[in-house]
């Protein structure tokens, strides 16, 4: 079977980022993965949820996300 050609999405980007509405780009935030016990518990509340990307990257990261926007 043949893959029609063209843009694809890449997959990896997909996972790590979300394109709202409005087209801002959302990120998780980082370190939050393993060795929590060292971290206190006001520091692990603040990496939960999910925070703006900054605009030197949103570019790249909506190139990659050719059909979100």
Known sequence: MRRPKGIKTKKSV????KITAGGKV???RSGKRHLLQ????KR?????GTVLVD???VYRIKQN?????
């Open 38 to 41: 060292s971290k206190n518990p």
């Open 55 to 57: 605009s030197t990257d």
């Open 14 to 17: 997909a996972k790590r980022f």
């Open 65 to 69: 996300l050719p059909f979100n926007r």
């Open 26 to 28: 959302l990120r998780s």
């Open 44 to 48: 692990r509340r603040g990496l939960t």
